[in-house]
């Protein structure tokens, strides 16, 4: 009955994080750019074997062929980002930018280089091209774009142009491990393994548009209440076991 409680209580905490996550994924299903979130999980056994395998050749075969047993659970193995493009929508607004394809447009915060896909741009005091609140676009030459004008045109490759002259174009990246992508507020990423994981982007980078996020809310809304079903259910046995646990330790105490 121990192992029985130990599964339940593993398994309970993995669905608990599947809801957290899940609930993270609607209240941002109105942010545009955002990427959803999806929880994995894995058994104990294969968590421990994997690791013995470094150490043991073989150790895999052994521990999951029933002559080794352990404590049995499920343990949230990672939360990774499902990186699908969202949909794009029209808003015919020059000010609204959004990234087709695989790519991510850089802008200079305080804690350094960003990366996003979607935006409403404006020049600031200063003429210079940002995203309010969030920070100035990085341009290809190093610096800043200052277009001096709010009457500015952005083509598909990320060239600025104001009235007709070319400024510089977005320096728009692509990156090789989107794993090192830390997930900040507003649709906002960090790139956490520097200059080797920048790639060159195939995008295009679409004036007019923003891209809504990749949120399914029919797909969320199932998911959470297949897992709160899953939930209570556990809840549900573990208060069995404990009456179970109860009525033994009575029936040995009149012993």
């Given amino acids: 009955m121990e192992q029985g409680l130990y599964s339940l209580g593993s398994n309970m905490k993995y669905l608990q994080k599947k809801v957290n996550v899940t609930s993270n994924n609607v ?11 999806i929880v994995l999980g894995r058994s104990f056994n294969g968590i421990l074997s994997s690791q013995m395998e ?40 020059k000010n609204d930018i959004a990234i087709s394809g695989s790519g991510f447009i850089t802008i200079d915060t305080e804690e350094g280089p960003a990366y996003l896909r979607s935006a409403s741009v404006e020049t600031d005091e200063e003429g210079y091209l940002c995203i309010p609140l969030k920070g100035r676009i990085v341009g290809q030459r190093g610096g800043f774009i200052r277009t001096r004008s709010d009457d500015f045109t952005i083509d598909k490759s990320g060239t600025v142009y104001v009235d007709g002259r070319r400024i510089d174009a977005m320096n728009v990246v692509d990156f090789t491990n989107f794993e090192a992508l830390h997930k ?15 790639t060159q982007a ?49 029936e040995i105490g009149k012993v």
């Avoid at 996020?213 to 297949?226: A, K, L, P, Q, R």
């Fill in 27 to 37: 209240s941002n299903s109105d942010t545009n750019g955002f990427k959803k979130d």
């Fill in 54 to 93: 470094k150490f043991m050749p073989g150790a895999d075969k052994r521990f999951n062929s029933g002559l080794l047993t352990f404590k049995p659970g499920v343990y949230v193995e990672q939360v990774i980002t499902k990186f699908t493009q969202g949909r794009l929508e029209e808003t015919d607004n």
């Fill in 184 to 198: 900040k507020d507003n649709g906002i990423y960090i790139n956490s393994k520097g200059l080797q994981n920048i």
């Fill in 202 to 250: 195939n995008c295009q980078v679409l004036q007019g548009k923003i891209e809504a996020s990749n949120v399914d809310m029919t797909e969320e809304m199932i998911n959470m209440v297949e897992v709160s079903r899953r939930y209570e259910t556990s809840q549900r046995a573990i208060q069995m076991l404990d009456q179970i646990y109860q009525l033994a330790a009575n």
